[in-house]
C-alpha cells in the first residue's frame, strides 16, 4: 500500500482587525453594576428610553444582564415568598 498524504486544511479566514479608533471618538467605556441594575429593572418594568437602550447595548454585555437579572429575579421570589410566610402566620 502506498503512502497517501492528508488532505489539504482548508485556510480559514484571518480574525478581523481590532476597531479602529482613528476617527478620534474613544471606544465606549464599560458599565459600572449601578447602571446594569437599573437597565435590568427597567426591563423588568417593560419601559425603556430609546436612547438609554442604545447606550446599554454598547456598554454592557449579556453575559452582565444575565447574571444580574437571575440575581434580582431571585431576590424578589425570596421576597415574595417571605412575605406570604408573614401575612400566612397570623391565620
Given at each position: 500500500?502506498?503512502c497517501?498524504s ?43 428610553k ?30 415574595l415568598?417571605v ?9
Open positions: 500500500m502506498g497517501t492528508p488532505a489539504p486544511m482548508p485556510r480559514t479566514p484571518p480574525d478581523p482587525a481590532p476597531p479602529d479608533h482613528a476617527s478620534g471618538a474613544p471606544p465606549p467605556r464599560p458599565a459600572t453594576v449601578p447602571e446594569i441594575v437599573r437597565a435590568v429593572l427597567w426591563s423588568f418594568f417593560g419601559v425603556r430609546g436612547q438609554a437602550m442604545q447606550r446599554d447595548v454598547v456598554t454592557i454585555k449579556p453575559h452582565q444582564v444575565i447574571v444580574v437579572g437571575i440575581l434580582i429575579a431571585a431576590v424578589v421570589v425570596a421576597m415568598l412575605l406570604v410566610r408573614f401575612i400566612t402566620r397570623g391565620l
